[in-house]
């Protein structure tokens, strides 16, 4: 069996740039990282700023956490490491998406720091957007859309961020949204602002 030798990969320069893609486009390109608790609503936020872009004609996609459970990294475990592996292959991914000129929302509790940190490392300073999806546990467990955090309390699921396993929050994110202070609306308008000050859009 053949094994790849690292030596004989050799990266390869594109013809259309991303500053080219960028032009085209009319926006320049990013990663929107919404981190927090699950049922803080990084779903709802991600795909709900996802249609505005659309809606200014901008090209712009979600990375889902869950939709990418079933495919890319559905040979991922929910332990620390695992977790941490799908959180490095979500930045590697959106990474590809930032360099094809898309504004890539992606919405994952990424609970750890290192490992945020390990993503935001992977970007120029200006296209790692972190959003913390700031709501306290309260609501999220009174929402809880799924009902994982009342299968967390009865010990059915283990390592559950906020129950059994801990969430860090972000010390320094571009954006901080408060959900459970403002409608989806003023939510998106934010983000949306945001972008527009920094001459994203």
């Given at each position: 069996?053949?094994?790849?030798?690292?030596?004989?990969?050799t990266?390869?320069?594109?013809?259309?740039?991303k500053q080219?893609?960028?032009?085209?486009?009319?926006?320049?390109s990013?990663?929107?990282?919404?981190?927090?608790?699950?049922?803080?609503g990084?779903?709802?936020?991600?795909?709900?700023?996802?249609?505005?872009?659309?809606?200014?004609?901008?090209?712009?996609?979600?990375?889902?956490?869950?939709?990418?459970?079933?495919?890319?990294?559905?040979?991922?475990s929910?332990?620390?490491?695992?977790?941490?592996?799908?959180?490095?292959?979500?930045?590697?991914?959106?990474?590809?998406?930032?360099?094809?000129?898309?504004?890539?929302?992606?919405?994952?509790?990424?609970?750890?720091?290192?490992?945020?940190?390990?993503?935001?490392?992977?970007?120029?300073?200006?296209?790692?957007?972190?959003?913390?999806?700031?709501?306290?546990?309260?609501?999220?467990?009174?929402?809880?859309?799924?009902?994982?955090?009342?299968?967390?309390?009865?010990?059915?699921?283990?390592?559950?961020?906020?129950?059994?396993?801990?969430?860090?929050?972000?010390?320094?994110?571009?954006?901080?949204?408060?959900?459970?202070q403002?409608?989806?609306?003023?939510?998106?308008?934010?983000?949306?602002?945001?972008?527009k000050?920094?001459?994203?859009?």
């Open positions: 069996m053949y094994v790849m030798n690292m030596n004989n990969i990266w390869h320069h594109m013809s259309v740039t080219n893609r960028h032009q085209l486009n009319g926006h320049k990013c990663v929107l990282w919404f981190t927090g608790l699950s049922g803080s990084k779903s709802s936020l991600a795909n709900a700023v996802d249609y505005a872009l659309f809606q200014k004609k901008c090209r712009s996609y979600v990375l889902d956490g869950d939709n990418i459970r079933h495919g890319l990294n559905n040979d991922l929910f332990g620390d490491g695992d977790r941490k592996e799908n959180i490095r292959r979500i930045g590697e991914v959106s990474k590809l998406f930032v360099d094809s000129g898309i504004i890539v929302s992606t919405a994952f509790i990424s609970p750890f720091r290192n490992d945020r940190q390990l993503v935001r490392n992977m970007f120029d300073s200006s296209e790692f957007i972190e959003i913390f999806v700031d709501c306290p546990i309260r609501v999220c467990e009174k929402r809880d859309p799924k009902g994982l955090y009342k299968k967390a309390r009865s010990g059915v699921i283990p390592n559950f961020t906020g129950i059994t396993s801990p969430y860090e929050k972000p010390e320094n994110p571009e954006i901080i949204i408060e959900t459970n403002l409608t989806i609306e003023q939510s998106v308008q934010q983000v949306l602002n945001y972008l000050e920094k001459q994203i859009l």
